[in-house]
């Protein structure tokens, strides 16, 4: 390595790609192990595999990166901003994800990762964005590394750039949004919720009718960087309970929509009890969002926390993907209101 790439000044987004192929044609036990169900259907593939691999796609692609200046040390997941998903995947087709760095801030990194399906009448499938973040590899407590930026040499490069600051600043005018009082039209449509509620013979759906949880503990197969557990596994975990929590309310079938930001707010490490929660806490006219919240405890060290937050937007098809209504649900406490107008304020419907 020469001096410039030792500095960073010669390292441009074009230098960070990472190709990964899912080898569905010529792997039929790996086309298994993705396979949602034994029936014939349209975008048979279970989605909360395909957000394991995304994780781990980002985690390869940084890591890389960081490799350069920091041999030994590792990268974790802070937070996935944001997965669209375009179209439905199948094991009949192989999957390319192609990653590539973005922005590059002190310590950590925004990747974009494109997902498409090879095969006639297939293509773009997803378009996902992660941020990772470098820690060493000490004995002692993790600390995040420094990290030299990246040379944007060319405009497309620039323009990515400059999304992904525009992705860091929504982000911040978000959470000072979540702190807002509602507005007035959000405090009158609730108002009528809960006024529908009080009418003689309701027979509508409570939200607290519509909550799954399960709970287990961390073990090594579940490893990534030591003593943690892979951040893949904990979404994938929430995802597919959010799904069968959605399906308590979709007349037909579910299908992933959208998968909004996500944050990692404590590690889990080995021997922690989980407890993942999903709660069906909005209704469009087509779509049903789910939150699902992993909480983690030690009984070593007496301490509980939450692990992640995770907000899924699934929608209501047949079985020709078509859209189909699903019936509204009624919060009655404060606490689901407030989780009820978060997911209306970032509703896809």
């Given at each position: 390595?020469?001096?410039?790439?030792?500095?960073?000044?010669?390292?441009?987004?074009?230098?960070?790609?990472?190709?990964?192929?899912?080898p569905f044609?010529?792997?039929?036990?790996?086309?298994?192990?993705?396979?949602?169900s034994?029936?014939?259907?349209?975008?048979?593939?279970?989605?909360?595999?395909?957000?394991?691999?995304?994780?781990?796609?980002?985690?390869?692609?940084?890591?890389?990166?960081?490799?350069?200046?920091?041999?030994?040390?590792?990268?974790?997941?802070a937070?996935i901003?944001?997965?669209?998903?375009?179209?439905?995947?199948?094991?009949?087709?192989?999957?390319?994800?192609?990653?590539?760095?973005n922005?590059?801030?002190?310590?950590?990194?925004?990747?974009?990762?494109?997902?498409?399906?090879?095969?006639?009448?297939?293509?773009?499938?997803?378009?996902?964005?992660?941020?990772?973040?470098?820690?060493?590899?000490?004995?002692?407590?993790?600390?995040?590394?420094?990290?030299?930026?990246?040379?944007?040499?060319?405009?497309?490069?620039?323009?990515?750039?400059?999304?992904?600051?525009?992705?860091?600043?929504?982000?911040?005018?978000?959470?000072?949004?979540?702190?807002?009082?509602?507005?007035?039209?959000?405090?009158?449509?609730?108002?009528?919720?809960?006024?529908?509620?009080e009418?003689?013979?309701?027979?509508?759906?409570?939200?607290?009718?519509?909550?799954?949880?399960?709970?287990?503990?961390?073990?090594?197969?579940?490893?990534?960087?030591?003593?943690?557990?892979?951040?893949?596994?904990?979404?994938?975990r929430?995802?597919?309970?959010?799904?069968?929590?959605?399906?308590?309310?979709?007349?037909?079938?579910?299908?992933?929509?959208?998968?909004n930001?996500i944050?990692?707010?404590?590690?889990?490490?080995?021997?922690?009890?989980?407890?993942?929660i999903?709660?069906?806490?909005?209704?469009?006219k087509?779509?049903?969002?789910?939150?699902?919240?992993?909480?983690?405890?030690?009984?070593?060290?007496?301490?509980?926390?939450?692990?992640?937050?995770?907000?899924?937007?699934?929608?209501?098809?047949?079985?020709?993907?078509?859209?189909?209504p699903?019936?509204?649900?009624?919060?009655?406490?404060?606490?689901?209101?407030?989780?009820?107008?978060?997911?209306?304020?970032?509703?896809?419907?």
């Open positions: 390595m020469n001096e410039s790439e030792k500095n960073g000044a010669a390292i441009t987004p074009h230098d960070t790609r990472y190709l990964f192929v899912l044609s010529t792997d039929p036990v790996l086309a298994r192990r993705f396979l949602a034994d029936r014939h259907m349209v975008g048979n593939i279970r989605f909360g595999k395909i957000l394991e691999t995304l994780d781990k796609v980002a985690e390869n692609t940084t890591l890389a990166y960081v490799n350069r200046f920091y041999p030994d040390a590792r990268v974790v997941t937070a901003d944001s997965v669209v998903i375009r179209n439905l995947a199948d094991t009949n087709h192989d999957l390319v994800f192609s990653a590539q760095i922005h590059v801030g002190r310590s950590s990194m925004e990747v974009g990762i494109r997902v498409e399906s090879l095969g006639a009448g297939w293509g773009h499938l997803a378009t996902c964005y992660f941020t990772m973040v470098a820690r060493s590899a000490d004995s002692g407590e993790a600390r995040s590394l420094a990290l030299p930026p990246l040379t944007y040499a060319e405009e497309i490069e620039v323009k990515r750039y400059k999304k992904a600051e525009q992705r860091r600043q929504a982000y911040r005018e978000s959470l000072a949004k979540a702190e807002e009082m509602p507005s007035l039209d959000e405090y009158l449509f609730l108002k009528k919720l809960h006024k529908e509620q009418a003689e013979g309701f027979s509508g759906i409570r939200v607290g009718q519509l909550v799954l949880a399960s709970t287990q503990r961390a073990y090594p197969e579940q490893e990534n960087v030591p003593k943690t557990v892979f951040g893949g596994y904990l979404v994938r929430a995802y597919e309970l959010a799904a069968l929590a959605a399906e308590m309310i979709a007349p037909g079938r579910v299908v992933p929509c959208q998968v930001r944050n990692f707010n404590q590690p889990v490490f080995l021997g922690d009890q989980l407890k993942f999903a709660r069906v806490v909005y209704t469009g087509t779509t049903i969002t789910v939150q699902s919240d992993i909480e983690r405890f030690s009984r070593d060290a007496g301490d509980k926390a939450l692990s992640n937050s995770c907000l899924f937007t699934f929608r209501n098809v047949d079985s020709d993907l078509q859209p189909q699903v019936p509204p649900i009624y919060p009655v406490t404060y606490a689901e209101d407030a989780r009820y107008l978060n997911a209306y304020r970032q509703r896809v419907d």
